[in-house]
């Protein structure tokens, strides 16, 4: 074999080896382990349980809409001629889209409420693609949990949740198309989805290991319930910045009674501990003071 | 000398050009996933291109168009020239963009991850300045310029060409690097906008002093000074474009969505520094061609003291 030939040689080697990577996919980032790790032996929660309401509020000039921008695709400007970012929702001083979650805490007895196994629910929690955004903006799902993306609009979307713990994904949707259904095996707070046909498209889901979350509505109200009577860090995450900012309280959950949990953003707010300021597992990272 | 072979030389590094400013317009409106496919979009040749599909799809058939004429440029470059090391560089350009459209569909396959991301956007700053330079030596005034008798300067001027294109170059991956570490969303890596902003400073330094000795020592060579005072022009209208995209780029993830000022100065400022870069490879090559290796102090000190 003479130098030219073993020169070509190697370069079509290469250039084969680096066209099977290209078809052959092979995604960063991915794991397949189970990460809803319960504890074996963990037993299911059995007695009285209470609940977790609150207000959250808005201090100070609620931001201006912004409107967006659909002329790139006029099935968006004609299904939604007056779209706009839907980033902060501000009613009446009340503040929607706020993920709360329980964080950590004891039950009555002094077992970690991690301790217990939480089942999975077996329905799916619907994310639809409806006037060109993700409805709901905000939502919650346990580990494992199905996660049923649907598309409403007479255009196609492509889905792409962006974690940092679970495995990225990235699909597009045809109008029609059947719903495409994922589970998430890390708990996350929160995974950011986007739209890279619309990039105005946005919505977070928290990934939880149990049930105890809620997000707030229009009028900023949002309930917690089934939580077994004890002491829990409640943390209010809103949308904003670079990865949102967190807000945490104290609150000790009656047997059979209520524990009430008001968050304030905006100005002056000063409910918060301090801001979150990376993407945390629900349950396993503590919140930096 | 072919003219036909010089002017489709020219023509694919306008095409190519044209590329680099497509492809920063994907970037720059966040449109690397618009579709999970590659080589198809969506499964189709021709999708409707509609949202940023539109630029995605849109950089791919321009990026299909530049393929196609390169191959075009190789098989025109081994009929008609006849230098044996023009030829082969025909053959790196093919290789190159053949490389360079693989990397472009692991970056869609990986989901952007960032060495890859980067080395699409490198490798395209590449395969421009070779196509560049298939144009300058298949020109008429590479073919009939003649050697100058020595460089004036004490430091030769080839060594200073060689340094200002090593710092653009190392500049341009830094640039490449700053662009793909955060979407118009998220704010960029302090680390890397320092990086950047010193970069900037060595280029400054290192282009500026290189195309002032080249308009001081050879006045009245305009196959040096052309491209000198070119790179000049191009180094101002790039470090002002710097500043704006800077500041455009700062306030962009307030926005709720790519808007211009941000993507148009954005991507001027990668369009410009594309120029700057290979504006300095034809000032660099063609210090190669009429410049002989060591400067005049050089020579002297080399020379045998006469008695």
Redesign the interface.
């Known amino acids: 074999m003479n130098k030219q030939t073993k020169v070509w040689l190697v370069?079509s080697i290469a250039?084969s080896v680096?066209?099977a990577?290209?078809c052959g996919?092979?995604?960063?980032n991915t794991t397949n382990a189970p990460a809803n790790t319960e504890s074996a032996g963990a037993t299911a929660y059995s007695g009285s349980t209470g609940s977790v309401t609150g207000v959250i509020s808005f201090n100070g000039a609620a931001p201006a809409s912004?409107k967006?921008?659909t002329s790139?695709?006029?099935?968006?400007g004609q299904k939604s001629p007056n779209l706009?970012?839907d980033?902060i929702v501000v009613k009446d001083g009340k503040l929607a889209n706020t993920f709360v979650y329980v964080k950590e805490g004891t039950v009555e007895g002094g077992k970690k409420i991690t301790d217990y196994a939480w089942s999975t629910p077996t329905t799916a929690v619907n994310l639809d693609q409806n006037g060109c955004q993700y409805k709901p903006h905000v939502l919650g799902v346990q580990v494992n949990q199905k996660l049923s993306v649907t598309n409403s609009d007479p255009?196609?979307h492509?889905v792409?949740p962006t974690p940092k713990l679970n495995p990225?994904w990235?699909?597009?949707q045809?109008n029609g198309a059947p719903p495409i259904e994922k589970t998430f095996a890390r708990p996350e707070v929160l995974i950011p989805v986007k739209c890279?046909?619309?990039?105005?498209m946005k919505a977070y889901v928290g990934v939880m290991r149990h049930p105890f979350f809620a997000v707030s509505g229009e009028d900023g109200t949002f309930e917690i319930k089934g939580l077994p009577p004890g002491n829990y860090t409640v943390v209010a995450w809103k949308e904003g910045g670079?990865n949102g900012t967190e807000k945490n309280m104290q609150v000790t959950v009656p047997a059979n009674g209520s524990a009430k949990a008001d968050f304030a953003f905006g100005e002056g707010a000063t409910t918060s501990l301090n801001p979150s300021l990376k993407m945390m597992p629900a349950l396993e990272i503590p919140l930096r003071h | 000398m072919n003219k036909g072979l010089n002017r489709f030389a020219i023509l694919v590094a306008c095409a190519t050009f044209f590329l680099i400013i497509a492809g920063a317009l994907v970037t720059s409106?966040?449109?690397?996933?618009?579709?999970?496919?590659?080589p198809l979009s969506?499964g189709q040749f021709f999708p409707?291109m509609?949202?940023?599909?539109?630029w995605e799809h849109g950089h791919r058939m321009v990026a299909t168009t530049v393929g196609m004429l390169t191959i075009a440029l190789l098989i025109y470059i081994l009929a008609k020239e006849k230098r044996q090391w023009v030829r082969r560089l025909g053959v790196v350009a093919l290789?190159a963009v053949?490389?360079q459209g693989?990397l472009g569909?692991?970056t869609v396959?990986?989901?952007l991850?960032l060495p890859v991301s980067t080395a699409h956007a490198t490798l395209a700053q590449l395969f421009f300045c070779i196509t560049v330079s298939i144009a300058v030596f298949t020109s008429r005034s590479w073919m009939e310029a003649r050697p100058l008798p020595e460089d004036k300067g004490t430091l030769p001027l080839r060594y200073l060409c060689t340094t200002a294109l090593v710092t653009i170059f190392l500049q341009l991956i830094i640039g490449a690097t700053l662009r793909h570490s955060a979407t118009?969303?998220?704010?960029l890596p302090t680390e890397l906008i320092l990086a950047h902003i010193g970069g900037a400073l060595a280029v400054t330094v290192a282009l500026g002093s290189t195309a002032m000795n080249v308009l001081l020592r050879y006045k009245g060579h305009s196959f040096l000074t052309r491209p000198a005072r070119l790179a000049l022009v191009l180094l101002v209208v790039q470090l002002l474009l710097g500043v704006a995209a800077y500041l455009t780029r700062l306030a962009s993830?307030n926005?709720?969505?790519?808007?211009n000022p941000m993507i148009s100065i954005t991507v001027a400022h990668v369009a410009c520094g594309a120029l700057v870069f290979v504006t300095t490879i034809v000032l660099t090559l063609r210090t190669y061609r009429v410049l002989p290796a060591t400067g005049a102090a050089m020579d002297l000190a080399a020379r045998p003291q006469e008695s």
Not at chain 1, 72 to 76: E, I, N, S, V
Not at chain 2, 29 to 38: H, I, P, V
Not at chain 2, 184 to 187: A, I, K, L, N, V
């Open positions: 370069i250039l680096v066209l990577a290209a996919g092979g995604a960063t912004r967006i921008d790139a695709d006029p099935a968006c706009t970012a980033d255009t196609q492509n792409h990225e990235n699909q597009t045809a890279n046909q619309h990039p105005w670079a | 409106n966040d449109a690397g996933l618009a579709t999970e496919d590659w969506n409707e509609v949202g940023n599909l539109f290789l053949i490389a693989l569909g692991l396959k990986w989901m991850p118009w969303d998220q704010h993830p926005d709720p969505q790519p808007l």
